[in-house]
């Protein structure tokens, strides 16, 4: 039993040693793909419920990885964040985005806003706010076509100075838009106390629109409230046409999801205004 048991030790100290090289390894890989700029952005429409005009995009970055292909968020964000590469990369994103309005701007084409997912971490970061300015100058887009996606939890909890970047966010005329809504501790007055603009309820709602006699109860409440409270909704995930003919009868402002498109490459986003509702 003792030897069984130190073996079993030397076991897990290979293991564990093993998961730290690894680990090691996929962030020197990470910190290189930032360095030599391997991300793209994807772009996902947001469309008004009422008409299915699109009305703005959502940005979502993919790391174009030189052997694996395109490799989506969930697979490095966290990394990022907990590595502090997230404000490097949001950078990049920033910077990516606003060259992409610049870019459209060029075609004579109508534009649409671009809504930019910002991680806690870098919306708390005090550079963002002079970033993101230089970003939006240097590619001499007009400021409201940008807007930034916050979840709740990265801000309820948020001093004087969050309050503020907010504030001077909107002042220059970016909306802030409350990310995955639901998934989080906050009430809807506290969202309101910190003036956001819009609701993007989390597709875990979305989900049981059709499904329960609750579900549905639950988001008409969350629409009521939002919108007494000024502030749009948008449903996300959503994935059928059943789901949006219900949003539809419940006055939902906006829709995202796959059953209206997925991220598409920039090249192909634009052009797609009208979807069928
Ligand atoms: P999110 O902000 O909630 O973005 C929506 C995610 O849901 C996207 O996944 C999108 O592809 C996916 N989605 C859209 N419609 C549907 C649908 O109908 N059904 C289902 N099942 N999924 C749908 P994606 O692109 O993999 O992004 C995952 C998460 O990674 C995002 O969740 C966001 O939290 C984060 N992320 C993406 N881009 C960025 C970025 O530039 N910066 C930061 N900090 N985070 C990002
Ligand atoms: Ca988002
Ligand atoms: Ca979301
Ligand atoms: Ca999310």
Same mark, same amino acid.
């Given at each position: 039993?003792? =030897? ?19 680990? $090691? ?11 030599? !700029?391997?991300?793209?952005?994807? %772009? ?8 299915? =005009? =699109? ?11 030189? *052997? ?15 590595? !502090? &590469? ?8 920033? #910077? ?10 060029? *075609? ?16 708390? #970061?005090?550079?963002? +706010? ?13 400021? $409201? ?37 639901? *998934?989080? %501790? ?12 819009? &609701? ?19 988001? =008409? ?7 007494? &409270? ?15 003919? /219900? ?11 796959? %059953?209206?498109?997925?991220? +598409? ?8 205004? /009208?979807?069928?509702?």
């Amino acid at each position: 039993a003792k =030897t069984s048991g130190k073996n079993g030790y030397r076991f897990f100290d290979q293991r564990f040693s093993d998961a730290i090289r690894d680990r $090691h390894r996929r962030e020197l890989e990470l910190v290189h793909a930032i360095e030599h !700029d391997q991300f793209v952005v994807y %772009y996902q429409p947001r469309v008004e419920v009422a008409t299915g =005009t =699109t009305c703005s995009f959502e940005a979502l970055v993919r790391w174009a990885h030189p *052997t694996r292909g395109i490799v989506g968020p969930d697979e490095f964000i966290p990394l990022a964040e907990e590595r !502090d &590469l997230i404000v490097e990369l949001g950078e990049l994103v920033l #910077d990516k985005v606003c060259a992409q309005l610049a870019f459209w701007a060029t *075609t004579g084409q109508a534009v649409v806003p671009v809504s930019i997912n910002v991680s806690g971490k870098h919306f708390r #970061d005090s550079r963002i +706010l002079r970033v993101l300015k230089e970003a939006i100058d240097r590619h001499g887009v007009p400021p $409201h076509l940008v807007e930034l996606e916050i979840t709740e939890a990265s801000v309820i909890d948020g001093g004087e100075e969050v309050i503020h970047a907010m504030h001077a966010l909107q002042k220059m005329g970016i909306a802030l838009l409350v990310d995955d809504f639901g *998934t989080g %501790y906050s009430s809807l007055a506290q969202l309101q106390r910190l003036e956001f603009d819009v &609701l993007k309820v989390d597709r875990a709602f979305t989900r049981e629109l059709n499904r329960s006699n609750e579900g549905r109860v639950l988001f =008409t409440a969350i629409i009521t409230m939002a919108h007494a &409270l000024g502030m749009r909704v948008v449903a996300e995930g959503v994935e059928s046409r059943e789901q949006l003919q /219900t949003l539809k009868a419940l006055r939902c402002d906006e829709a995202q999801g796959f %059953y209206i498109s997925r991220p +598409l490459p920039p090249s192909v986003s634009q052009p797609m205004f /009208t979807h069928r509702v």
